[in-house]
């Protein structure tokens, strides 16, 4: 769906955005109007970067959500929490329902998100709080407090506009009520959950290289490490390679709520001749020290092997070829010899 996947973008560049040794507590929050399969208010509640809560309409009530937990059984953070969650479902109807008016929307589906919660620093103090509304996938407003400021935004021409009391009413509301309501339930589920976030998996490292066009790709691949934040750097013969020239870079999640990442340098042949020591170094919450992992470019070996075996191949596989449409032909010529009648079906 279009709509879930501005809140995951939104989601993801948030809890990338956030340092390691913060913490955060985000609600993703969808109202549907219209007929759909789906509830038509949903809450995924997410601790750092994984699931331990959900919320829908129809069941009213906090469900537990984790690898570990026994899922289906209730989580319970109060009764404010589902008092919160209660109110955040009728104002986002009455927000969808301000939209659909405005913008004349009457028949099908659509969709309201939001993105709420808040970070805390590693000293457990709060660091900011925010909301990110969208509507039918768009960008709508949104407001955060970073403990000194409040910022607003809003969409150019959008009907929920701030002015001066709202953003008054907004100010109190986010900084006496909502702030310190989502820190201390942070803080409850961070105590609670510590084997889920405060785990540390370490990853596993290689370095794969690939013959390419013109030299070779020396890939250094992390996989399966959390939590997310890792260094990994390359090294060329105690060199660091400056970051310019290696490709990838971006840790993306394993499937598996763990996380991969890969860096890749091109290796022309004329720098595969000077046999290099290239070194993969990692470091991670996980390493005592760091992980290092070491190739020595073969120019003169293995890549020249490669190098000729290439056209070989291609020639044993030309030369099959050949065989094969020979043998063909030679099989359709007797076709055609049996069949004289009817020469265009023989050719099929
Ligand atoms: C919405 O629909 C009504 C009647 O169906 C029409 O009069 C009005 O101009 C429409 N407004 C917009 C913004 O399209
Ligand atoms: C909060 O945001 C304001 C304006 O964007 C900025 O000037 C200030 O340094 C920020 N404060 C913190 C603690 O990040
Ligand atoms: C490459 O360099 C690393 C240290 O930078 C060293 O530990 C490793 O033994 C070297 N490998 C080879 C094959 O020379
Ligand atoms: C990565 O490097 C940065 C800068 O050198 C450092 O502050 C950070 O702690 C390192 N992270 C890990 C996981 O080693």
Known sequence: ?????LIVSLFVHQVMSSGSGRHSLWALASYISGTTLFPEFSVVLMLDDVQVGYFDSELDRLMRVGRTGEEGAGLDLGQEAVFVLREMFSNMRKRLTLVKHCFNLTAGVHVQQRLTGCEMLEDRQP??????????????????YNMTHFTF??????????????????????????????????????????????????????????????????????TDFYPRHINLTLMRDSQLVDEDVLSGGTVLPNGNGLYQVRKSLMVGDDELWRKHNYTCTTS?????????????????????????????????????????????????????????????????
Request: proline share 3%.
């Open 127 to 144: 660091a900011l709080i925010m909301f990110r509304d969208g509507s039918n996938g768009q960008d709508a407003d949104s407001l955060l």
């Open 284 to 348: 991670h919450l996980s390493l005592d020290n760091r992980l290092e992992v070491s190739w020595r470019a073969e120019f003169s070996r293995s890549y020249r092997v490669h190098v000729i075996s290439a056209p070989v191949g291609l020639m044993v596989a030309a030369l099959l070829l050949l065989v094969l449409l020979w043998r063909r032909r030679r099989r359709s010529e007797g076709i055609t010899m049996e069949t004289q009648e009817q020469p265009e079906e023989a050719e099929l």
């Open 1 to 5: 769906m279009f709509a879930v996947q």
């Open 153 to 222: 935004a809003g969409r150019e021409g959008w009907e929920i506009q701030w002015d001066v009391m709202k953003k008054m009413y907004f100010q109190m509301l986010y900084s006496n009520v909502y702030l310190p309501f989502c820190v201390r339930t942070l803080r409850t589920l961070l105590d609670r959950e510590k084997h889920l976030v405060m785990r540390q998996v370490r990853p596993r490292v290689r370095l794969i290289t690939k013959q390419v066009v013109g030299g070779a790709q020396v890939t250094c691949l992390a």
